[in-house]
């Protein structure tokens, strides 16, 4: 367990002197948007929290940004109506209309 890394090292020096070595987890990184990769507002990175703490509820919550959501419900509208083509989507975006129009 102490040969991994999954567990941060911290080098500690107790009362007496000695440098001794302290394991403990990493701190969890904040999640981004999988579209644009900036971070989500609203989430905080913690492992002890509840479902309804680890994201939005809205559509796409705790995956897209607001602004990538609004995008991809923009053009699934498009799509369904047929002013746009799902070819001219960009391939990020696509998997996510797809969904929509599967709803």
Same mark, same amino acid.
């Given at each position: ?14 009362? /007496? ?11 969890? +990184?904040?999640?981004?948007?999988? %579209? ?6 609203? %989430? /905080? ?13 809205? %559509? ?24 746009? /083509?799902?070819?001219? %989507? +960009? ?13």
């Amino acid at each position: 367990m102490q040969r991994s890394r999954s567990l941060r090292r911290m080098d500690r020096v107790t009362p /007496k002197g000695r440098h001794v070595l302290h394991y403990e987890r990493k701190k969890n +990184s904040l999640p981004h948007c999988a %579209i644009c990769s900036k971070e989500l507002n609203g %989430i /905080k990175a913690s492992r002890s929290k509840g479902r309804s703490l680890r994201k939005n509820s809205r %559509i796409f919550g705790g995956v897209l940004c607001a602004n990538c959501a609004s995008q991809v419900i923009k053009s699934a509208s498009r799509v369904e109506n047929g002013e746009m /083509k799902l070819n001219d %989507i +960009s391939i990020r975006q696509r998997t996510y209309i797809l969904q929509m129009i599967s709803h």
